[in-house]
């Protein structure tokens, strides 16, 4: 770790101006991603702007029915919030499926959508990375990529977004609310990540002098058809191989509306319209599930050691559809997965 | 480094002072930016109770209790947390009485090296008062966060169970 300043902003407004000041400055909230990087001489900013002291913990029902959700609330706070467990159980169940308690206690909503890949090259300052280093290349295409990303990968970067909390959130249609030196502004969840193309530095359409302030969810929580399924390589405290965030909204035997997306395949969370579209109006049952699990997966290409997520995508895909129709979410504390 | 005059020359920034309750006593500490809350409770205040494991909030040796809520002290800094209270293993006991905590631990031969058991402790200390956790599969969920190398799950859960039942 480099020598650093340190400051503490007072106000959105401070946290702000100061960054405008310092463009290399970080902000620094829960600290789990950033401090990690920073040991390992990924991230070198000469000053850390700490917001962590910013009045953005509340979680409020909204004038539209829905919820928003402070940046700075710690992801244990946010899972175990009451108005999240009744309305919205697919995001608790996510946040739950990541990380463990202590760093829950400790990451901030907006710095969930913040965190970096765990990509091994990418943590490795030995090794090239395009997207730690542009233009040096990308060791992981030929390197050990078991767990790298099968769909929207570009020959510059193959590495995953590794949340589990912005899967749910995907699936959910939240918002992100940022501020910047020209005032606010709200985007979807889905575009706040981007995918590598050639320019994999760039994590996401967050502006260099934006602040994440808050996340916004809509009315629809689907609290009663919902499943948050993660498969990985051990039962707890891992990312993700696949992970599937599935919400359904039944009319009998009918599905009426449908939400999918994808963690550990993809830059970003994966979702495609395509495969909720397919679903919506049709039986709730394996080959409408089989149809769109293909669908989610179309264009999913593989690299030499993880051809395998394509398969266990698709069994996933239908396992968590499956259990999101019948009321039997995935608990995240009795791993068996019914 | 250093030609390039990057980040990494830049003139080591004046200490900061940062005011800390620890194990019930007000300490007031003069560290650089990058002391890590592990550090300055390892290097500064002699607390070499909590451990440094992987300092990657991967192994949990490195949790405390800071406000009553559990962290990872490797992955914070000390000068954020300027004001709190902060309590480790070596603040645990009450007049020479041990924690039920400690208590079970030893009761259920809970460790065998011993190095993650002041992370493990702290941990349940936290999981106790979170009051999430009921069975022993949700126990083992809400402690997965502190790796014990030598296998000693089954009886640090015995141990963490014994506990929950005197609190």
Redesign the interface.
């Known amino acids: 770790m480099i020598n650093f300043e340190y400051a503490r902003a007072s106000d959105v407004a401070d946290a702000i101006r100061r960054k405008a000041a310092d463009p290399a400055a970080k902000f620094i909230a829960g600290g789990t991603n950033l401090l990690d990087l920073m040991k390992d001489d990924v991230e070198r900013p000469p000053r850390l702007i700490d917001i962590s002291r910013l009045p953005l913990t509340s979680v409020e029902q909204t004038a539209g029915g829905g919820v928003l959700i402070g940046a700075l609330v710690p992801n244990s706070d946010l899972a175990y919030h009451p108005l999240i467990q009744r309305r919205y159980p697919l995001l608790s169940s996510a946040i739950l499926a990541g990380a463990s308690q202590q760093l829950r206690n400790m990451a901030s909503t907006g710095g969930n959508l913040m965190q970096r890949t765990r990509c091994a090259y990418f943590y490795d300052v030995a090794t090239p990375c395009n997207k730690r280093e542009p233009d040096s290349g990308c060791s992981a295409i030929e390197g050990i990529n078991r767990g790298h990303a099968i769909l929207g990968t570009s020959t510059s970067c193959i590495a995953t977004h590794p949340s589990d909390m912005c899967v749910a959130l995907a699936a959910l249609d939240a918002n992100v609310h940022v501020a910047g030196p020209k005032g606010g502004r709200v985007m979807p969840l889905t575009d706040f990540h981007r995918l590598p193309g050639d320019t994999p530095q760039t994590d996401s359409n967050l502006g260099p002098e934006e602040i994440i302030t808050g996340v916004e969810l809509p009315s629809p929580g689907f609290a009663q058809n919902y499943s948050y399924l993660k498969i990985r390589d051990r039962l707890s405290y891992a990312f993700a191989l696949v992970s599937v965030a599935a919400a359904l909204e039944l009319d009998g035997d009918t599905i009426k509306d449908a939400r999918l997306a994808l963690g550990g395949v993809a830059h970003k969370p994966w979702r495609d319209k395509a495969a909720e579209s397919a679903l919506r109006g049709a039986g709730a049952d394996e080959a409408a599930f089989g149809r769109a699990a293909e669908l989610l997966l179309h264009g999913a290409r593989a690299h030499k050691h993880n051809a395998f997520k394509i398969k266990l995508a698709h069994r996933a895909i239908v396992r968590t559809l499956t259990q999101a129709a019948m009321a039997t979410p995935q608990s995240q504390s009795i791993k068996k997965i019914r | 480094m250093g030609a390039s005059g ?3 020359t ?4 004046p200490r ?1 002072t940062v005011k800390l309750t620890v194990n019930g006593i007000p300490t007031a500490l003069h560290v ?3 002391t ?1 809350l592990l550090d300055a409770l390892r290097d500064h205040l002699d607390l070499t109770g909590t451990k440094k494991g992987c ?3 991967q192994c ?1 040796a490195c ?1 405390v209790l800071v406000d009553g ?4 002290s490797c ?3 000390a ?2 947390k300027d004001g709190a209270s902060v309590t480790t293993i070596e603040g645990l006991e009450k007049d020479g009485v041990l924690h039920p905590l400690q208590q079970a631990f030893i009761d259920h031969d809970a460790f065998q090296c011993g190095y993650c058991t002041s992370g493990q402790i702290c ?1 349940a200390v ?2 106790i008062s ?1 009051g ?1 956790a009921r ?1 022993a ?2 126990i ?7 790796l014990c190398r030598c296998g000693a799950y089954p009886n640090i859960v015995a141990a963490i169970q014994q506990a929950m039942k005197h609190s």
């Open positions: 990057d980040a990494s830049i003139p080591a920034p900061m650089a930016p990058w890590t300092d990657h909030g949990g949790t809520r559990r962290i990872n992955l914070t800094l000068v954020m941990s936290g999981l979170e999430k069975t599969d949700e083992r969920e809400l402690m997965s966060g502190n």
